[in-house]
């Protein structure tokens, strides 16, 4: 048996043969996302290891400021509203189960709320901190912009 590493499993096609392999027994391991992570527990897969991580956002210089702020104003919107009432928004993730798995019953009210949405730029520790870890990986040749105060986006809301 061979484990499966990484976020691959975002991807629906993946996810579903990947799960697949994990119920067959073909590979002993995988990186899943929610609602995967959920959907494989009420499967019968167990969790060995969780964690949780920041996804930086990417907004080219480009992107015009008003249409940027009201897409993350309506981020917020959004967060605040999970953070109101989530029994009231798990339903929705049926919406992201497969085709295969449409057939099986998902109990959601069980599923996790999944991805948070911070609207505030990156401390510029954690900024750091993730600069230090791509030199560590040596991916810092890769960069093109290092700064601080030229990659955080300042959209206030």
């Given amino acids: 048996m061979v484990p499966v590493v990484g976020g691959e499993s975002c991807r629906v096609g993946v996810l579903v043969a990947v799960v697949a392999a994990l119920l067959d027994r073909e590979i002993e391991a995988a990186s899943l996302l ?5 959907m494989a527990k009420q499967l019968g897969l ?4 969780a964690d949780e991580f920041h ?4 907004v080219p210089e480009s992107a015009p400021r008003e249409e940027v702020r009201a897409y993350l ?5 959004a967060e605040r509203a999970l953070e109101a009432d989530l029994p009231k928004y798990l339903p929705l993730w049926r919406h992201c189960v497969p085709p295969e798995f ?3 019953e998902w109990d959601t009210s069980r599923f ?8 505030k ?3 510029r520790e954690e900024f750091e901190g993730v ?4 030199k560590r990986w040596g991916l810092d040749q890769h960069l093109k912009e290092r700064s601080f105060d030229k990659l955080v986006y300042h959209a206030s809301p």
Wanted: aromatic share 14%; glycine share 6%; hydrophobic share 35%.
């Fill in 34 to 38: 929610p609602p995967q992570i959920d």
């Fill in 46 to 49: 167990r969790e060995i290891i």
């Fill in 55 to 58: 996804t930086l956002w990417w």
């Fill in 73 to 77: 104003r309506a981020l917020d919107r």
């Fill in 102 to 104: 449409q057939g099986r």
């Fill in 112 to 119: 996790s709320r999944g991805e948070r949405f911070v609207y």
């Fill in 121 to 123: 730029p990156i401390p």
């Fill in 131 to 134: 600069f230090e870890q791509v």
